[in-house]
């Protein structure tokens, strides 16, 4: 079982940029595939990014490719999000996830995902 529980969410400008994090419990963080998702206000959950289990594999959806980066420290058990250039369609509630996989290859397919973090809302004004 591994707990997931966002932090760094809030609000800013648009133009500017905010980092989340991700903790995870357990000891097993290195066999997950982690993955960011969001979900805007009367809209579906989308994909957001995703890291392979040791970090050398990352696939963002098109949306913020070049914009964000995904990371992650396995010594910690943590994995970010660093958000540039933020857009008023960025504001959503964002989501990381684990999907328990060591497959180089990534998915953006939220039922590949097994555990949930709560959410952190992100709002970006224009």
């Known amino acids: 079982q591994v707990q997931l529980a966002e932090s760094g969410g809030g609000l800013v400008q648009a133009g500017g940029s905010l980092g989340l994090s991700c903790a995870a419990s357990?000891?097993?963080?290195?066999?997950?595939?982690m993955g960011w998702f969001r979900q805007a206000p009367g809209k579906e959950r989308e994909f957001v990014a995703a890291?392979?289990?040791?970090?050398?594999?990352?696939y963002y959806a098109d949306s913020v490719k070049g914009r964000f980066t995904i990371s992650r420290d396995n010594a910690k058990n943590t994995v970010s999000l660093q958000m540039n250039s933020l857009k008023p369609e960025d504001t959503a509630t964002y989501y990381c996830a684990a999907d328990r996989t060591l497959s180089p290859l990534l998915t953006s397919r939220e039922a590949e995902y097994d555990y949930w973090g709560q959410g952190i809302q992100v709002t970006v004004s224009s």
């Open positions: 357990g000891r097993t963080f290195s066999a997950y595939a």
């Open positions: 890291t392979s289990w040791n970090g050398r594999n990352t």
